[in-house]
């Protein structure tokens, strides 16, 4: 189907229904498998040419991984960006006027700097320096789902497609290099996905490394 012919009332049920069934498919993950293909994953990530070229003085903004939704969890491969010099700054949750993205990143260096934030994420303390949006480098994006044309299922807040858009306009159209990390069974062959939505450069999981469509 093509998605420019999907009213958007056609498109909330198919973001629903899928969903419902990839947070069914991550849930049925046991924990130590959780842990096994986050490992392969980050592994796939660290060798994606732009993570891989993040050194010293480049800025990547990661995310905390929630144990209890089953999600991918990228802290091996950022752990080793920041031992190599890379910035590695995670999202925080914050009040907006309209004015600034809901979705702010901070400099977070060990686990002490994050504490319990909304949705059971934990994000970086108030205290800890905050970047602007221009100076990420790379973005890892979660999600429910990815397809490998780069069109990515999140959790319906719509935080990611806001920083990314904003993101995008705030460096004057450089474009931060966005990419997907989940688990295999978390691709499918067609993500729903409206004209709003983020669309990632790169899909990583623990069985593949996609460069999708127009990736720089």
Same mark, same amino acid.
């Given at each position: 189907? !093509?998605?420019?012919? &999907?009213?958007?009332? =056609? *498109? =909330?049920?198919?973001?629903?229904? *899928? /969903?419902? !069934?990839?947070?069914? /498919?991550r849930q049925r993950l046991a924990a130590a498998e959780v842990k096994r293909l986050s490992v392969l994953a980050s592994a796939r990530l660290a060798e994606v040419p732009p993570f891989a070229g993040a050194a010293a003085g480049a800025t990547i903004a990661g995310f905390v991984a929630i144990d209890a939704k089953g999600e991918a969890d990228p802290a091996a491969a950022l752990a080793a960006a920041r031992l190599r010099g890379a910035v590695v700054v995670y999202p925080r949750i914050a009040a907006t006027d309209g004015k600034a993205p809901r979705l702010r990143f901070h400099r977070a260096d060990s686990a002490g700097d994050l504490v319990p934030g909304p949705y059971g994420v934990r994000q970086p303390a108030p205290s800890c320096p905050e970047l602007p949006l221009e100076r990420i480098d790379v973005m890892l994006m979660p999600g429910l789902a990815f397809d490998l044309t780069g069109r990515r299922l999140g959790l319906g807040g719509g935080y990611?497609?806001?920083? &990314?858009?904003? *993101?995008?306009?705030?460096?004057?159209?450089?474009?931060?290099?966005?990419?997907?990390?989940?688990?295999?069974?978390q691709i499918v062959p067609r993500c729903p996905a409206g004209g709003g939505d983020a669309v990632v450069d790169w899909v990583v999981t623990d069985q593949r490394a996609t460069r999708c469509g127009g990736a720089p």
């Open positions: 189907m !093509d998605p420019s012919s &999907t009213s958007p009332d =056609q *498109l =909330q049920i198919e973001k629903r229904a *899928l /969903r419902k !069934d990839m947070a069914e /498919r990611y497609d806001e920083a &990314t858009a904003w *993101l995008r306009r705030s460096a004057g159209g450089a474009r931060a290099v966005l990419i997907g990390f989940g688990f295999d069974v």
